[in-house]
């Protein structure tokens, strides 16, 4: 099996920073595209950004200039530096990782618990 666990979620100040982090583990062969995820009370979750292997990156229009993510591939790990915070980026955030178990497996996507991000003045 395999499981994906979040950290660093909370609460802060309209322009105040967070550091999301993801780790995987268990039955893992390789690791394709990460990324992060967000859900807001009431909309659909939508993609914040992802990175392959190869470190190249991708963001939704809403958050690029202001987020950075970045990977770990010793560590199985992904992160989400988040800056310039915005009410609007409240929302539950999901870890993502498309991973193959096994040679005989075919890649298959693993998701995080979740973890709150509330910005409030």
């Known amino acids: 099996q395999v499981q994906l666990v979040e950290s660093g979620g909370g609460s802060v100040q309209p322009g105040g920073t967070l550091r999301l982090s993801c780790a995987a583990s268990?039955?893992?062969?390789?690791?394709?595209?990460m990324g992060w995820y967000r859900q807001a009370p009431g909309k659909q979750r939508e993609l914040v950004a992802t990175?392959?292997?190869?470190?190249?990156?991708n963001y939704a229009d809403s958050v690029k200039g202001r987020f950075i993510i970045s990977r770990d591939n010793a560590k199985n790990a992904v992160y989400l530096q988040m800056n310039s915070l915005k009410p609007e980026d409240t929302a539950v955030y999901y870890c993502?990782?498309?991973?193959?178990?096994?040679?005989?497996?075919?890649?298959?996507?693993?998701w995080g618990q979740g973890t709150q991000v509330t910005v409030s003045s």
């Open positions: 268990g039955s893992i062969l390789n690791i394709y595209t």
């Open positions: 990175v392959t292997r190869d470190g190249n990156t």
């Open positions: 993502n990782a498309n991973i193959r178990m096994s040679p005989s497996t075919l890649v298959s996507a693993f």
